[in-house]
Nanobody, 124 residues
Framework: QVQLVESGGGSVQAGGSLRLSCAAS????????MAWFRQAPGKEREGVAC???????TYADSVKGRFTISRDNANNTLYLQMISLKPEDTAMYYC??????????????????WGQGTQVTVSS
């Protein structure tokens, strides 16, 4: 089982930026597709961005052009760079890993391992 720990959340004003990190252990390298999801109060968890073991990225329409997912395989860390943040981006953000798969999707049911989340709050 992969242990995931997110960090980097916080409170920013609209238009601001944040970079989320997700540290994975034990070492996974590029073996697992990984993704970022978010969940706002009263809403379902939604996929934000994902990256396959081959480095292919996919984004939700709502964040295209503003969020960038990347991974540092040497340091076993997943990132989500977020710019031009909007109040509707406010949510708990989770990283997830898909053991046994090659391709990444934005469907939460396909991920085996989850972090505890980091809160992002964007004020207008």
């Amino acid at each position: 089982q992969v242990q995931l720990v997110e960090s980097g959340g916080g409170s920013v004003q609209a238009g601001g930026s944040l970079r989320l990190s997700c540290a994975a252990s034990p070492y996974t390298g590029s073996n697992y597709p990984m993704a970022w999801f978010r969940q706002a109060p009263g809403k379902e968890r939604e996929g934000v961005a994902c990256i396959s073991k081959y480095g292919k990225t996919t984004y939700a329409d709502s964040v295209k052009g503003r969020f960038t997912i990347s991974r540092d395989n040497a340091n076993n860390t997943l990132y989500l760079q977020m710019i031009s943040l909007k109040p509707e981006d406010t949510a708990m953000y989770y990283c997830a890993a898909r053991e046994g798969g090659s391709y990444a999707t934005l469907f939460a049911t396909q991920y085996n391992d989850w972090g505890q989340g980091t809160q992002v709050t964007v004020s207008s």
